[in-house]
């Protein structure tokens, strides 16, 4: 077997050692009712080329993203990521090591994560950063629990922009119902802070937190500054949830409007759509807030000749420690993840991620300005950056089933996540990223009429 | 050593340049910050105008600040760095409770196939098929190698799938209107994350203490057990590497209170293919794929942690999971009209971790998976077979599973800690083991060497810890107390760390 090492003679010579005859004497222990007597029912091992067929068997049932013209996003983005990254992060060194818990031998992944927390922090606009998260729907549920934790209040006012698996997630997390308000969003897909959202009528000092995503699941982009001031003004804190963190290229960093916290999704830097996982989720606050964070925190520090080394720090909050006093139960990062995120992110530098942040509004501009021109199509938003919502003069989930039956992706229709919103049912998320090109836009088009007519 | 203008120590050379010119050797590497600066970029983008009428007025005002890199200034960066840290590919890691076995190439290989690297996750179920069946087979795998119903796979990591198993078996009560048992009981020597799961739910933890044989005393848990108790959370093989003989006994006696069983997989590699979970009365169970299942551990994550549930708490998975039905595979989304209690992640989970542990499983196949678990065991007894000459193993008198404990009796007097002991195996080309886990030992070393190292590997270690042991008794102690002196750094000071954190880079 490949990946067993031992001969019969090796295993035949570790037995005499340890002074029994067959390796089952050491498995006496079980209950020899319970021990089983075959080998369980499942194929037999299978050379590699065997276990390559069947893979890609499997692999080559699904439609990839350069199949065809491509426009879903809905917290998971179709980015270009360099070659070099992939190639790093697959070096031994970097793929095949444990967690950083013996630093003098993990000064890599330490002063890697140190990088990455400070780009993470300069992103958002924040004063700290930790070492990542899951990935954002966890991480956006962890940042309510800290901020109970932090002003000792229960009331959560979550925005009807927020993505609904985030929602979701919120909502199995929080143990107690009460105290979680969670808007629904209108049936234009908007979820504008004055009018039927109102989170601002509904802040009063009883309020943790509210919660806004911007740019939201609908695609509206959000003022932050407004939503701070009234959240300060009753002593609540304000959460803001980033789903496309290239989006931060081009729109104001949320620590700079008054965030408390702010949570994010890192996949669009560094790592492929992968049908959902494993993301990056990312997560800062203020200063002031460190030990009531949750996840990892690496920090910097000396060693005995007084070099300068990197430190998993401020373990009292987490479960290695304090057990059941921990902030949270989280023990694993995202780990590689982050280092794709990091790497892709020094790579492109500021000038090359504002660029790629212009590019991706850019060509989501152009595929507004062509769906407004078909007929039976709305463009529901005013501002968008990269995603925004339709709505369409029939069922929009149908209209998405024809469509990729002929090869085409043409957005997420809203109600995959919201099947109860009947009102809802027309409408379709649209994303357009640096890989939309123009062929791709009037493809859409013109399958798009032709299913409308 | 150079000190910057706030005195803070700037790494080994006496100028960033400096130390980047001796770094293609030395084990140094300056920060992204003092090697690349905001005028770079590694990565060719035309440049576009935008009119700023969609943006709402909500442009960037706030300078990103973020420094870039040419490709090559990139890769030297990376791969520097990369140069620091020990790996598996590299040692050994007698990580007790980690399994740190061989992550298979092949593995990468398959993950990074189109077809499934390039899939949205919420693509139409119908262009999807392989990748659902991927999740599929996985399962299948897992409730076979379990003996159990149904398996929640989106649980992000181990500690989300105790999380995963905790709110089941909460949920569960709540619908049989038992909701007011608020209390889990919880060995001593349970990883930290299961008390950290039980206090996050809500429910105040008991512990449940140990025999003197390291196992769970059974009279001590039914003693314990009331209308009150909610659950047990137990490790088997348990965290001193030893098999829970009373495990059939403990699960009745929970059952017979009305509790639930929640079984924390992460010593899974020492049973696989051995005797099944669900045989054992287990009612939920986490299992690490990046533990059992080879899947990388890439610095700290990502990991997977899918939980196998019983008939009970099946009911009460969370949504995502896969239905078939006579059209092909679907994935169940939504709670509605079902008794799911609720929803863990956005998406469906670690697709990555799936294929690559998926990879694995094939490759080995049912009867690959039960010799794995078979050379586990034999290598840690036959560790356990050459260290007792000189270690002191507190429950030696038995064989072990997968890992053996030692504690710190044998260096009683020499003035080296089990602190020392480790960095000084550092200077000897090994990463530590398992160092004060389970807490139920005084100075505990747990020692996993895992299928993958060969005789020789074993027998080279064993030489080294032998060695280290006799100087140690011998009297060397400074040996120890100033390891490591091999390693990039010597001793970090954690503690000044935690007293001033910094913990991102400041511009001066």
């Not at chain 1, 802070?193 to 982009?221: K, N, R």
């Not at chain 1, 980033?242 to 931060?248: D, M, P, R, S, Y």
């Amino acid at each position: 077997m490949r990946y067993l090492p031992h001969s019969d003679a090796d295993r035949a010579h570790m037995l005499a050692a340890i002074g029994v005859n067959t390796s089952d004497e050491l498995f006496d222990v079980v209950p020899a009712d319970l021990k089983l007597k075959n080998v369980l029912d499942l194929p037999s091992h299978t050379p590699e080329y065997g276990v390559e067929v069947h893979m890609n068997a499997l692999a080559n049932k699904n439609h990839t993203g350069s199949d065809g013209p491509f426009f879903i996003g809905a917290g998971a983005y179709r980015h270009h990521v360099p070659a070099s990254v992939d190639h790093l992060i697959q070096r031994s060194e970097w793929l095949t090591a444990y967690t950083p818990y013996q630093p003098e031998i993990s000064q890599g992944t330490l002063q890697m994560l140190f990088e990455f927390q400070t780009q993470v922090a300069s992103l958002m606009g924040m004063e700290v950063a930790n070492a990542s998260m899951y990935d954002g729907s966890t991480a956006a549920a962890e940042a309510i629990l800290m901020a109970r934790r932090v002003t000792r209040r229960q009331k959560i006012i979550v925005s009807g922009g927020l993505h609904p698996q985030y929602r979701d997630v919120i909502k199995t997390y929080l143990s107690e119902e009460e105290g979680l308000v969670c808007r629904p969003s209108n049936s234009e897909g908007t979820a504008s802070i004055q009018g039927t959202d109102s989170i601002i009528d509904q802040v009063d000092e009883t309020t943790a937190a509210i919660l806004v995503q911007t740019p939201d699941f609908y695609g509206h982009l959000h003022d932050l500054e407004a939503l701070a001031d009234a959240a300060h003004a009753k002593g609540a804190l304000l959460i803001v949830v980033v789903t496309e963190i290239v989006a931060l290229g081009l729109i104001e960093a949320p620590g700079a409007c008054g965030a408390d916290i702010v949570v994010a999704e890192g996949q669009s830097l560094g790592n492929p759509l992968g049908f959902g996982g494993p993301y990056v989720g990312l997560m800062s606050t203020r200063q002031k807030f460190i030990r009531q964070m949750p996840g990892r925190l690496c920090g910097e520090t000396v060693d005995a000749d007084g070099t300068r080394g990197f430190v998993l720090t401020l373990s009292t909050r987490e479960q290695h420690i304090r057990r059941e006093k921990a902030t949270s139960n989280i023990c694993t990062n995202a780990g590689l993840c982050a280092l794709a995120f990091t790497i892709h992110l020094s790579l492109l530098g500021e000038i090359g991620l504002t660029k790629l942040a212009k590019i991706n509004h850019a060509n989501a501009c152009k595929l507004a300005d062509a769906l407004a021109k078909v007929s039976g199509v709305d463009v529901l938003n005013k501002t968008f950056f990269n995603e925004f919502t339709i709505r369409l003069n029939k069922n929009a989930g149908q209209t998405i089933q024809a469509l990729a039956d002929r090869g085409i992706m043409a957005g997420l229709p809203v109600s995959r996540l919201e099947p109860s919103r009947d009102d809802l049912s027309n409408l379709i998320v649209l994303a357009a990223t640096e890989l939309t090109s123009d062929q791709d836009i009037a493809n859409l088009i013109a399958a798009l009429t032709e299913e409308l007519s | 050593m150079s000190m910057n203008r706030k005195g803070r120590p700037t790494g080994t050379g006496s100028s960033p340049l400096e130390a980047i010119n001796k770094a293609a050797l030395l084990p140094s590497e300056p920060l992204l910050f003092e090697v690349g600066d905001v005028s770079h970029t590694g990565v060719d983008l035309p440049d576009v105008s935008i009119d700023d009428t969609r943006l709402g007025g909500f442009k960037r005002k706030t300078p990103l600040d973020l420094p870039g890199l040419s490709e090559p200034e990139n890769m030297r960066h990376y791969v520097r760095l990369s140069r620091l840290n020990y790996s598996i590919d590299a040692g050994l890691y007698p990580l007790g409770s980690c399994t740190m076995k061989h992550n298979p190439r092949l593995n990468e290989k398959m993950a990074r196939l189109p077809g499934f690297a390039d899939v949205h996750p919420l693509q139409p179920i119908s262009s999807v098929q392989g990748a659902i069946g991927v999740i599929s087979e996985l399962a299948e795998w897992l409730m076979v190698l379990t003996n159990t119903k149904a398996v929640a796979m989106s649980p992000k990591a181990g500690a989300h799938g105790e999380l995963c198993g905790m709110m089941a078996i909460k949920a569960a009560h709540e619908a049989k209107g038992e909701g007011h048992r608020n209390i889990v009981l919880v060995p001593e020597s349970a990883h930290g994350t299961n008390p950290a799961t039980a206090a996050f739910l809500g429910y105040k933890v008991v512990g449940v203490p140990a025999n003197s044989n390291g196992t769970v005393d059974v009279k001590a848990v039914e003693a314990a057990l009331s209308p009150d108790v909610a659950g047990i959370m137990l490790t088997n093989p348990n965290t001193c590497g030893l098999f829970e003989p009373d495990v059939k006994k403990i699960a009745d006696a929970v059952h017979a209170a009305g509790a639930y069983f929640y079984c924390d997989g992460a010593n899974f590699n020492a049973i696989m293919g051995v005797v099944r979970p669900g045989d054992l009365g287990i009612d939920a169970m986490h299992i690490n794929l990046h533990k059992t299942f080879s899947t990388p551990h890439g610095g700290g994550g990502p990991g997977a942690g899918p939980v196998v549930l019983s008939e009970a708490l099946a009911p009460y998975a969370p949504v995502p999971f896969v239905h078939s039905s006579q059209t092909g595979l679907e994935l169940v989304e939504h709670v509605e009209g079902s008794k799911s209690f609720g929803r863990l992640t956005a998406f469906h989970g670690q697709m990555g971790m799936f294929t690559r542990a998926l990879t694995y499983m094939l490759s080995h196949g049912g009867d690959g998976l039960k010799q794995a678990a078979n050379d586990a065991v034999l290598n840690a007894n036959y560790l356990k077979s050459r260290l007792e000459k000189v270690f002191t193993l507190p429950f030696g008198d038995q064989h072990c599973m997968h890992e053996v404990l030692a504690n710190d009796d044998f260096l009683e007097g020499t003035g080296v800690t089990t602190l020392d002991f480790s960095k000084a195996m550092i200077d000897e080309g090994y990463h530590p083991m398992t160092m004060y886990f389970p807490l139920v030992v005084h100075g505990a070393m747990l020692i996993e060497p895992t299928e993958s190292e060969s005789l020789k590997a074993l027998d080279a270690f064993v030489d080294t810890m032998l060695e280290l042991a006799t100087a140690a008794k011998a009297g060397d102690v400074a040996r120890f107390t100033s390891a490591p002196q091999n390693a990039p750094l010597k001793r970090l000071d954690e503690t000044g760390a935690a007293r001033k954190p910094i913990l991102k880079w400041v511009r001066e």
